[in-house]
């Protein structure tokens, strides 16, 4: 068990550089996930801790000690493939064990240990099949297997979902939270998919083109992204931007939009954004947060309405998409208040979870 | 034929029927192309059978038809290669180097595969292509300066000669075979290994070589194949009848100048045929189908 610490480590290939001088610490048993799209640099860094590529510079702490040059074998860590890379001439008991085998333990002991992350994992009844007969999913809990059996001081996980079917995929996510909290290992976990970040991550680390955007709890980055890449990449449909100025006149602020739209900052927020009145800015809200308009209304919410361009039933909630200022904007709506395509509907914008974003630097505000 | 009458006045299915009629038209080909094949190739194999189990009498005979078995067949020509002749010292000595030279081939290219394949190093692909390069310069340029080589080591007239010189023509080639074989393995495998503790050689022995085993036995076979049937090097290093092997040795012994004696050739031939034919036709077919149905795939 022990904790892990990066420090402004980076990785260049030839002269591309794939990671930009990432800080990042990670605690004793703590879930980590990386997240962030294709090329931002998750998967390297992930390899690094690994030891499976060297640092360009940077320094890689697992415990208390430096790891820069220590092999992969002698790093204590474990890690999960996106393509189990199983050996396939082996049974599963005999990958599972290969590690253990290798550093030349007791048999008893190796013994065990595979039969306890066996039934950890539920696969007693396969350690004498080979993979070529197994399913994914099973693939999936043997490569967990053989993570487990060793007893590592940190897990790594590189996309182990990617290969699985929607269903499985959200059968294993539970299985590997369930995994986490049974073993109570360190855990860094790589993925594109935004959800599994969500469920799995004790604190998520979204990074785009090399750095670290942010490190937040998943409730905190959905709630308060820092940067503008956060706010868009976390929340699926992604948030809404639409540029705005943010107008003020006699001494109350709103987001105007256009000619025809504008929306009153809450007395809450008017504080913050007071310093950036006057100016143009990226008006952002998520979908849950564009509403059919109920009778009545409620504190900081705003009414208007619009001419319906596309509608999606979803079954629990329908998507309404409509144009303003040339941007596609997304509301979830109920569906039995659902609008039709071409119709003008009357919605409603809860303003207490707006944002707002500074299109010089992209952070929020 | 019942199908396609049945359907004949539906358009919709008669396309199904015209697929059908498509796939056995394909098949008469097939059959009819390896038929064609089968009998150019059995053909050679017929004839010696035929011409070994008949005297020479028969042989020489012009009245009886050449392709035709005489009955009952004659076993003269086994006994006297087998008793008469070098035979089984050729048999014996083409045994001893095969195995010699497979065994060197095998030393030398598996790990020369797995460090020109796996492990990437300045120049390795270079290396590599130039590894291949070398197995395209035939034997026939090469069995004079060769021939010095042998002399100046002092092994001439010396089967191993052969052991030595052997390798050149196989380890190009089988190194080659396992590159590509070693390269088609994904890279997770040796980083799993890499992570549970194995170095280059447990990783080479416990991962890569049953891993890639198909691969091995297709080198092991071309190996075998190249280092049984060599004919050039044998003919040009070796004088004396105890040191020759099958393929020199039969045709220095039994023909003799302008006298063949064909039913000894032609047994002699079928027995130098038996150990690669009884090789690939059962063992190895059966080994390859066992091993790749699980090896390859994660």
Redesign the interface.
Known sequence: MAQVALRNVVKKFDRTEAVRGINLDIEDKEFIVLVGPSGCGKSTTLRMI???EETTSGEIYIGDALVNDV???DRD???V?????????MTVYENMS??LR??KFPKAEIKSRVENAARILGITELLDR???QLSGGQ?QRVAMG?AIV?NPKVFLFDEPLSNLDAKLRVQMRTEIKKVHQTVKTTTVYVTHDQVEAMTLADRVVVMNAGTIEQIDAPNDLYHNPKTRFVAGFIGSPAMNFLTCRLAEASGALSVRLNDGLSFPVPASRTARYRPYANRELLFGLRPEHITEARAGGAPGHAEFEVPVDVVEPMGMETLVYFIVNGFEVCARVNPAAAPNAGETARLSADLNQMHLIDPKNDLVI | MTAEAATAGIPRLSFRGSLSRNRRWALILSYFFLILFAIFFLTPPYYALVTATKDSAQISNQSTDPWMPVLPPTSTNITALMGATDFPIYFMNTVIVTLCTVAITMLISVPAAFSLGRMKFWGSGVFATGVFLTYLVPDSLLFIPMFKIVGALGLLNSYWALVLVYPTLTVPFCTWIMIGYFQSIPKELDEAALIDGANHVQMLFKIFIPVALPGLIAATIFAFTVSWSEFVYPMAFIFSSNQLVLTAGTVTTLVKADVYQWGMIMTAALFAAAPPLIIYAFLMDYYIAGLTAGATKG
């Open positions: 690994a030891g499976l092999p992969p074998k860590i474990a890690m493939f996106q393509n189990y890379a199983l050996y396939p001439h290969f590690g290798l550093k080979r993979p070529r693939r053989r060793r």
